[in-house]
């Protein structure tokens, strides 16, 4: 009965290689984010979408592409992966303003 | 200038003391302000959520915002191992976006 769930939990690999993490919540909320979380434990936000729009899209390099296919899912497709992009991933939910639900993050080292 | 500034600490006090953690920010927009708690390796969990100036109370927990000076509050009353954790400010603005915005986060560790 996971609210949030990230897949996968971690993932090594190589620069320049093409990887995703997948969320899926089955909370019925219509809003879903991506933040990324940097080694000082900093969280920023990435992206969000409401009903599969999407509405926030901070300063993000375009190697970075979302994808919601419905409102219950949000992938995160990454092209060419850098040093600098290994971090925490975390997919969060929400239905109101402020409360958001986190999932479990997505650990991610590029080699 | 961040738009929200927290000290991260390490913070390290012992069992059963007061904990005050605290962030400041920048713009007079904001309107909600959150705190939420992370345990090692896993997500921020949602801990606070107040609307405007004043104090809000659950269990152990008092936020406190104060508008006027842009200072936000966390209070924990006689702190247990088990609130060893890190522990992130977030605010918001008027509108519907849900952008929040956060702080570093403040790590902290109570000793038993």
């Known amino acids: 009965d996971t609210a949030v769930s990230q897949t996968p939990k971690y993932l090594v690999t190589q620069m320049g290689n093409d990887k995703s993490i997948k969320c899926e919540q089955n909370l019925g909320h219509d809003t879903m984010y991506w933040y990324k979380q940097d080694s000082k434990k900093f969280l920023k936000i990435m992206f969000s979408?409401?009903?599969?729009?999407?509405?926030i899209n901070e300063t993000v390099p375009n190697r970075f592409s979302p994808k919601s296919p419905d409102k219950a899912h949000l992938n995160l497709h990454i092209n060419s992966l850098e040093l600098g992009d290994s971090a925490v991933y975390f997919c969060?939910?929400?239905?109101?303003?402020?409360?958001?639900?986190f999932g479990p993050g997505t650990r991610l080292t590029v080699l | 200038q961040k738009e929200v500034e927290q000290d991260p600490g390490p913070l390290s006090v012992p069992e059963g003391a007061i904990v005050s953690l605290n962030c400041t920010y920048s713009n007079s927009a904001f309107q909600y302000f959150m705190w939420y708690r992370q345990y090692s390796r896993k997500g921020p969990e949602l801990l606070m959520y107040t609307y405007s100036s004043g104090n809000k109370e659950d269990g152990r927990f008092t936020a406190q915002v104060d508008k006027s000076s842009k200072y936000i509050s966390l209070f924990i009353r006689d702190s247990q191992p088990s609130d060893s954790a890190t522990y992130l400010c977030?605010?918001?603005?008027?509108?519907?976006?849900?952008?929040?915005?956060f702080g570093q986060g403040t790590t902290l560790q109570v000793k038993p």
């Open positions: 969060a939910s929400s239905s109101s303003v402020g409360e958001q639900f």
């Open positions: 979408y409401n009903n599969k729009e999407l509405i």
């Open positions: 977030a605010v918001h603005g008027s509108s519907n976006t849900g952008k929040l915005i």
